[in-house]
């Protein structure tokens, strides 16, 4: 054993005694205080047992391995390197091997330690934080909880890095076909991220009057997931909008998506949906009786859905549909007329029933009265051109009767959750690269993929590192790890 790991094993026996002792003898200290101090002692034991660890993985002299050329590599030193972990920063030595300017670490292939410092549980668990919530506020709950920090700069760097997986992922994973509904939805929408524009920041230390030194990029969100029916009647759909405090519990539990996967890209429509495309494909089989396209009414959207997905009703969103006959009565009758509620009911009983037609015309006569100002006019002639241009996706009456969804509400949770709560912050400007790892982690994260993504990545890393073959990093050692007694 080593002077330094003898030391460490000393150390780390008097901390344990110690907090034994501690435990048993403190009589004055509230659950709170003890807790607190157990909690930051063990992350100082932590540290001691895992660099105790590398310390002695590090002392056998490994086989000498051969360079890629088929040379016998030469032992010349040890190099030491600095660690990153949960417990906190240190740094150890291990064994450096070289044959004509090619240098090898042995060890590092044997632990598969990552090519940062910065350790593969550190890195997941910061991850987690920072898919969830700012940079900023990841580093300060790191400090918190562990006791150190680490920059902005490099808490966007390591995820970046640690995003380049999601593609691959997404290729090898299989949806569980044992958990399924029968209806396939698909649903898309779009959300704008404010952009750095890196030509103006770079070549512009101050802005023109009226000049943004940001501009927003739409990244499009889609969603996809299998579901039970749920037949309702239009008069149940307008209570819940109408009255969503005042409805009654439903005797019929509403279903819950199944196998549900949220993603968004700054990529364009026709990528986001190709996408989709590939992993609807997984989760369409026998059991599937129904498929059903969503989105708010954007008609380039609805293209790329009517490309990739022909045998999908698509379906106007119903949330979207309403916020029209709102605007609607906020220009006949006024923001602040009470009639607004029962206008709007009435119209909206009529589309839930299916009749689009019926509320074409309806909306043509109140345009057509002869005492409506331009302005009036010019409102009500939009809400129509939007039913007209959509009145094809605007059969609820059949949606209804067959159980299908008509709400966005999982894409548009997605846009509020994935983009909007996490990169449409006060001052928040991001580059593409940084936008794209935060929306495919947290895509990740929101869609419960999270552990399995995280292998799979710590995986591909090591074959990127060490090689294809896992087992040919692993070179014997000359004498093996020492037997140490704790008592």
């Avoid at 240190?90 to 910065?118: A, I």
């Avoid at 995003?163 to 994973?173: K, L, T």
């Avoid at 698509?314 to 009470?338: C, K, P, R, V």
């Avoid at 057509?368 to 007209?388: D, H, M, P, T």
């Amino acid at each position: 054993m080593t002077l330094k790991a003898k030391e460490t094993l000393e150390d780390i026996q008097k901390q344990f005694k110690d907090l034994l002792e501690y435990v048993q003898n403190n009589e004055s200290h509230s659950s709170y205080q003890v807790e607190l101090h157990l909690f930051q002692q063990l992350l100082l034991l932590g540290k001691q047992l895992l660099l105790l660890f590398l310390l002695l993985r590090s002392k056998p002299l490994p086989k000498a391995p051969l360079s890629s050329k088929g040379v016998t590599m030469e032992n010349l030193t040890k190099k030491p390197k600095n660690y990153y972990s949960v417990f906190g920063k240190f740094s150890f030595k291990r064994h450096y091997f070289n044959v004509d300017g090619e240098g090898c670490y042995p060890l590092d292939g044997q632990l598969q330690l990552p090519k940062r410092c910065y350790s593969d549980l550190l890195r997941e668990w910061l991850d987690f934080a920072i898919s969830g919530e700012s940079y900023h506020e990841g580093s300060q709950l790191l400090s918190h909880i562990l006791g150190f920090s680490i920059s902005v700069q490099v808490m966007e760097r390591l995820m970046v890095d640690d995003s380049v997986d999601v593609e691959a992922f997404y290729e090898q994973h299989k949806p569980k076909l044992e958990e399924k509904g029968s209806i396939l939805v698909v649903q898309a929408d779009g959300k704008g991220i404010p952009m750095v524009s890196e030509q103006t920041e770079k070549q512009k230390v101050r802005l023109s009057k009226g000049e943004k030194l940001t501009r927003k990029k739409e990244a499009i969100v889609t969603s996809l997931y299998t579901i039970e029916p749920y037949e309702r009647t239009p008069e149940e759909v307008v209570r819940a909008l109408m009255h969503p405090k005042d409805t009654e519990k439903p005797n019929k539990k509403r279903p819950s998506p199944i196998n549900k996967e949220l993603r968004g890209t700054l990529q364009g429509k026709e990528i986001a949906i190709d996408k989709l495309a590939e992993r609807a494909i997984l989760q369409d089989n026998h059991n599937i009786q129904g498929r059903v396209a969503l989105t708010d009414g954007c008609e380039a959207l609805q293209r790329q859905m009517q490309k990739h997905f022909p045998k999908h009703i698509l379906i106007l969103d119903i949330i979207h549909a309403t916020e029209y006959l709102w605007e609607g009565a906020n220009a006949l009758l006024g923001e602040t007329n009470d009639e607004r509620n029962d206008w709007v009911t009435k119209h909206l009983t009529t589309m839930l029933k299916g009749k689009s037609e019926k509320l074409i015309s309806e909306l043509q006569e109140c345009a057509e009265k002869s005492r409506l100002k331009q302005g009036q006019i010019k409102v009500l002639k939009k809400v129509i051109g939007y039913y007209n241009r959509n009145s094809g996706y605007m059969n609820y009456g059949s949606y209804l009767a067959s159980g299908y969804p008509i709400g966005t509400g999982v894409v548009e949770g997605a846009c509020g959750h994935l983009v909007k709560s996490r990169l449409d912050g006060a001052s928040m400007r991001w580059k593409t690269k940084g936008a794209e790892a935060v929306m495919g982690l947290r895509g990740i994260r929101l869609s419960e993929h999270w552990e399995e993504y995280w292998q799979f990545h710590r995986q591909s890393e090591a074959i990127r590192l060490y090689g294809s073959d896992l087992t040919s990093v692993n070179t014997p050692l000359e004498k093996s790890v020492l037997h140490i007694d704790l008592k």
